[in-house]
């Protein structure tokens, strides 16, 4: 038995394909632009689950570096790095002032997320649901 196609098509000025930080980048500043065409984001996976060409340029204090549960030299010198960047930046504009680290419903995803969250520096605390921002509110993330 075949089974039938069904397609839409969709006039856009302007497709964004993927859900990374580099594609959520993108349909942020045609936002924040005012483009004034139609654009649209599309992902096959949860926004955020991936990594833009393996998330190289991301500015973070080593927490990538720390998820095993202890801090490395690399995780060290990088601790110092989002002040830099903002130092050396300042007409830019910040979208967020704190970083979050989501874990999936699995056990190991837990336990590796913990682990990163102990090495943390400064204070890491758990946020209830129902102040998940609005991308992150789904049943995929924990």
Known sequence: ????????????????IGGGVAALWTA???QDAGFGGRFALFS???LGA???LA???????????ALGGKLNDASEELAAMPDRWANDLPGVRVLSQCQYLWSL???LSKVVSFLGSKSVRGRAEK????????VFDSDGYG
Do not use: W
């Not at 075949?2 to 098509?9: D, G, L, P």
């Not at 998330?55 to 570096?65: D, E, F, T």
């Not at 946020?127 to 609005?134: C, G, L, Q, T, Y």
């Open 1 to 16: 038995m075949s089974e039938e196609i069904q397609q839409k098509v969709v006039d856009l000025d302007v497709a964004v």
């Open 28 to 30: 942020n500043a045609l």
């Open 44 to 46: 096959n996976s949860p």
């Open 50 to 52: 991936g990594q833009s």
């Open 55 to 65: 998330a190289q340029g991301v500015i973070h204090g080593g927490l990538k570096y």
């Open 105 to 107: 419903p699995s056990v």
């Open 127 to 134: 946020i209830a649901r129902e102040n998940f921002p609005v």
